[in-house]
């Protein structure tokens, strides 16, 4: 079991070395092909860390916050709770850079740094220190940034870990040039960083590059063009490890401006050809291949009809020869359209047979969906009927009787106090039982009504459901600006209603999340996790309700995928990925 364990781990971080050299594609395609089935718990969080870590190199945000989620929750059930917290400093830098982005990112940052505080390690708190100043590069809150960066500095003072003092410099550097326009201030950690760069036995000459190359930015904008072009040809004769043609492009663009700015439109010009030279060159390696390749085959042919002619004197033969060859050529290729027919209507034979089948099978699972819409259709009716019956006539008539059971209490003021105790007590329960149909009422008929929409039906769900001291429900919404599609909401409100009653009903959990993502107007992402008992999904009874099944199946029918998650006395997490 141990050498099994030491396997996986050893693919993994050959997959994340790849991942940091730029092939983030091959290793989604790697870990695709992996079977994670016999994963620990702990393996299981680190291959969903490397999914996340490359969809966030392909931009895919939306992707990689979802796999970051379930890998920190995979670590959170291994009891691995350091790495389950870095992972929220990777969502925190993700969701700052969206626009609609409310300080979302704030509340990952706060958990992290609450355990980081809770484990009073220097190197953690740095952690934390850097990830928050990083991401405050802003101009609103640049001097909160300044002062993060400072702390870190003292603190790493303490930790002395070479890599976070290079990042703190970059970052500061950027800070300086990019925000508050302090050149000077940025050239100064530019070359810290740099020294540090170089104190290295091996540095990455990506990052030396760069390094570079944000001096002669500050350069540029101190007008001193002369000592940034010198920069940037000492960044151009660096041999990089990746996207070598995108740098060297950018450089020698970078070259045109200060070349342009400095008056030598000479020099200016030449690089300015060489970025597009660089720009253009994949497709002129490509035309140029297949230039040689046309090239090399016209002179064969042509030197090979010269060696013909020289050989043969006799036309007649050469005649008769080329007739025989084009006549075995027409027979050969009659035949060959004979037999491709053949195969050709045999094959079509099998297609219309497997068409066949298809069509009785989608008809089959058709009648399948209707009956579940109609299912689920009735139950919405029946909801309202009820709500509607106990609103409006039970809570009617216990709304009368508790004002007549008044009006006799008053009549009778000259009772004794054990019979006053007997009112007090009846008053109270009617109450209570007219506060309970009203309740029930207003659960019964919490749907997706009117300008609500799916987030405020989900809430006030949710604040119904929760008991204090014994039941949370939170709800994490992202990217859910705007209403859906009534009859999508309206569905999706049923199916999360009845899985938190599922879950209130059969987990025993004392805590459930629900995650509304809608990272694009295309796709939602619903993520409902509780930390209960758990159970087998194969051994799954609907007795009442939607049901698991027929949720499943639901989703497929809207061309959405339906996950469950879950094991024995490690909690459940249902996962709904639908198209919009």
Do not use: W
Request: positive net charge.
């Amino acid at each position: 079991m141990v050498s099994i364990c030491f396997g996986q781990n050893k693919v993994l971080n050959s997959i994340e070395k790849d991942i940091d050299k730029g092939k983030s594609k091959d290793a989604l395609k790697q870990l695709f092909k992996i079977n994670s089935t016999t994963f620990s718990r702990e393996d299981l969080g680190y291959y969903f860390f490397l999914i996340a870590k490359s969809y966030s190199k392909e931009n895919n945000d939306v992707k990689a916050i979802e796999n970051y989620l379930i890998a920190k929750k995979q670590y959170l059930k291994a009891n691995v709770l350091g790495k389950a917290m870095d992972i929220n400093l990777n969502i925190a830098s993700l969701l700052v850079s969206y626009k609609d982005n409310t300080q979302k990112h704030q509340f990952y940052l706060k958990e992290y740094m609450n355990y980081a505080m809770a484990t009073k390690k220097d190197s953690i708190i740095l952690k934390g220190y850097v990830q928050m100043a990083s991401l405050k590069i802003n101009e609103k809150e640049a001097q909160e940034s300044l002062s993060h960066f400072r702390k870190a500095i003292v603190l790493n003072k303490k930790v002395k870990s070479k890599k976070l003092e290079s990042k703190i410099y970059n970052n500061l550097a950027v800070l300086f040039s990019d925000v508050l326009y302090k050149p000077d201030s940025s050239l100064y950690y530019l070359n810290k960083d740099n020294l540090l760069l170089h104190q290295q036995k091996s540095p990455n000459p990506n990052y030396i590059c760069y390094n570079l190359m944000n001096q002669a930015s500050n350069y540029s904008q101190l007008h001193q063009y002369k000592k940034a072009i010198s920069l940037l040809h000492q960044a151009d004769k660096i041999k990089l490890i990746e996207y070598e043609k995108v740098n060297k492009e950018n450089i020698n663009n970078f070259l045109y401006l200060n070349y342009k700015d400095a008056k030598n439109l000479d020099k200016a010009l030449f690089h300015l050809e060489i970025a597009n030279k660089y720009h253009d060159s994949l497709n002129t390696e490509q035309q140029n291949i297949a230039i040689n390749n046309f090239d090399t085959k016209y002179k064969t042919k042509e030197k090979e009809l010269e060696n013909l002619q020289l050989k043969t004197n006799i036309k007649i033969n050469n005649a008769v020869l080329y007739l025989m060859i084009s006549i075995l050529c027409i027979v050969l290729i009659i035949g060959i359209l004979g037999y491709k027919n053949i195969i050709k209507k045999k094959k079509i034979a099998e297609q219309e047979k497997l068409i066949g089948i298809q069509k009785i099978e989608k008809i089959l699972k058709d009648q399948e969906l209707n009956d579940i819409d109609l299912m689920l259709e009735s139950q919405e009716k029946e909801r309202q009927n009820i709500a509607n019956e106990l609103h409006d006539n039970l809570g009617s008539m216990l709304a009368t009787l508790k004002l007549n059971f008044q009006n006799l209490k008053r009549q009778n003021e000259s009772v004794s106090q054990r019979e006053n105790n007997l009112y007090q007590k009846t008053d109270d329960l009617l109450e209570e039982a007219y506060q309970k149909v009203r309740n029930i009422a207003h659960l019964k008929n919490l749907g997706v009504i009117g300008n609500q929409g799916l987030l405020v039906a989900v809430n006030k769900m949710a604040e119904k459901m929760s008991v204090l001291e014994r039941l949370k429900i939170n709800v994490i919404p992202f990217g859910l600006t705007e209403r859906l599609e009534n009859t999508i909401e309206v569905t999706l409100f049923r199916m999360i209603q009845e899985l938190c009653t599922n879950i209130i009903k059969h987990s025993k959990a004392t805590e459930v999340n629900i995650y509304l993502t809608q990272g694009t107007p295309t796709e939602i992402n619903i993520i409902i996790e509780d930390n209960g008992k758990g159970f087998d999904p194969k051994k799954l009874v609907s007795k009442s309700g939607i049901g698991l099944k027929n949720m499943e199946k639901k989703v497929e029918q809207m061309g959405g995928t339906f996950t469950i998650d879950s094991i024995l006395t490690k909690g459940t997490s249902i996962i709904i990925d639908l198209p919009l």
